[in-house]
Nanobody
Framework: QVQLVESGGGLVQAGGSLRISCAVS????????MGWFRQAPGKEREFVAA????????SYADSVKGRFTISRDNAKNMVYLQLNSLKPDDTAVYYC?????????????????WGQGTQVTVSS
């Protein structure tokens, strides 16, 4: 059973940076795609970024392209999301997710495994 545990969220001022992490356990992940999603109060969960574990190919939502970077550490079984140039609109609970597939997906329902989320709050 794949388990995902996020950490690293917090309060940051607009324009600041933060790195959130996802510890992945419960199997081997060479055939998986890892994703980050976020959900703001009163809004639906939305795609942020994804990475294919095998070759590091990435995909980003337009709203974060150029500001956020997703990466993985094969040796540590960790996935990271570096958040730069943060805006108040980036405030949300950020979730790590996994799907057993070679194809990167941007839809919530395509992901099978989810973490509990980590809160990121950006003050203006």
């Amino acid at each position: 059973q794949v388990q995902l545990v996020e950490s690293g969220g917090g309060l940051v001022q607009a324009g600041g940076s933060l790195r959130i992490s996802c510890a992945v356990s419960g199997g081997t992940f060479g055939s998986h795609v890892m994703g980050w999603f976020r959900q703001a109060p009163g809004k639906e969960r939305e795609f942020v970024a994804a990475i294919r574990w095998s070759d590091g190919s990435t995909s980003y939502a337009d709203s974060v392209k150029g500001r956020f970077t997703i990466s993985r550490d094969n040796a540590k079984n960790m996935v990271y999301l570096q958040l730069n140039s943060l805006k108040p609109d980036d405030t949300a609970v950020y979730y790590c997710a996994a799907r057993r597939s070679r194809w990167i997906a941007t839809v919530v329902d395509e992901y099978t495994y989810w973490g509990q989320g980590t809160q990121v709050t950006v003050s203006s």
